[in-house]
């Protein structure tokens, strides 16, 4: 297995109460609760938590990009992964991922990736991704464009990495007389790249190409729909002729180790309920703004996950590990858990979120250090 130390960043000094009188900590929530002098505070910690994973064994370390949102303070994930170079000599990066339709320009996107792969020697992971509904709050991109708008940037940063320039792109919504890409990427034929999601049927497919046969990551899901989703990318291999390897599959997950699952859901509690019933918080019409995606789409992930038709209720840590959506307990446990996932899909990329809410430093680098201790190697 590959196991990937990931992070979101979350703003953890905003006053929850305050952040409760608005409809969500996403788009509208006042920039006035943000202190930039914590906030400053809170990149210090979060990059030694990151760079602390090259020590302890992890294979990769992750970040990823989200907008006008104290659930994730990297609107830039490319400004993170260039510190982390800096601070790190031999684990890979993986930006998961950088949301394409929300871009103007893509060749800026192929040209950042491939300067941060030469900064780096060949150490990035492309994610692309085509950021959550609220997102498209955030810029005014036009939701029903989305799909269009993604595929025809990933068309274009792939030929921009593997085509000799210059060259001309004539698409329907990019267009440039001159593609002619310096530097470029370190690694041949250009940076792996990986598509992370939280479910469709449509990627599932296109990821799945033969073409591509990019890793598929599942992502904040219960159990049953990431058994799910695996394994529909594997019968879409299948149908496209070829037997998906379990490099192709991937799964994140909020992690949390402790001695005794009593301790691991006693301490994990303020982390991951803060998470998902504050920082994740947001009402449908913004998670799924009308256009975002297909009707076959919408009908599944309705099915899987029901929350999104109402108003959920407040999750618990009983909630989430009783659903599989978090992994919570002692080592044994937590490796039960995982590998009862693997057991039925064969995934062989772990993306581990060891750092969630408002889980203090303390907590969160010795939850890193127990997983990678006691986790980590076993599984291996």
Known sequence: MKFVCFHLMPYRPLDLDAANDHRSAWVVLPNSLYDPKKGAAEYDSYLDQLAYAEPLGFDAIGVNEHHQTAYGMMPAPNLIASALIQRTKKVQIAILGRALPLVSNPI????EFAM???????????GFVRGIGAEYHSTGVNPAFSHE?????????IKAWTTPGPFEFEGEHFRFRYVNLWPKPYQTPHPPVWIPSMGSRET????SAPERKYPFMVTFS???????????????????????????????????????DERARDEAREGIETLFNNFLRMPPEM????GYTSISSLKVTMKMRPALGAQPHK?????????????????????????????QTGFDILITLLQFGVMS?????????????????KLR
């Open 361 to 377: 430093d303390e907590l969160a680098l010795r939850n890193m250090e127990l997983f990678a201790g006691e986790v980590m190697p």
């Open 149 to 157: 708008r993604f595929h025809e940037a990933h068309d274009l940063i």
């Open 204 to 207: 599932v497919v296109w990821a």
């Open 108 to 111: 800026n996107i192929a040209e």
């Open 222 to 260: 219960p159990e049953t729909a990431v058994v799910r989703y695996h394994n529909m990318y594997r019968e879409a291999a299948l149908a496209h002729g070829y037997t998906a390897a379990g490099g192709q599959l991937g799964w994140a997950v909020p992690i949390y180790v402790a001695a005794t």
């Open 116 to 126: 941060l792969d030469v900064l780096s020697k060949g150490r990035i992971i492309t």
């Open 315 to 343: 999750q618990t840590v009983e909630d989430l590990i009783a659903s599989g959506t978090a992994v919570i307990g002692s080592p044994a446990t937590v490796r039960e858990r995982i590998e009862r996932v693997r057991d």
């Open 287 to 290: 998670l799924l703004p009308p």
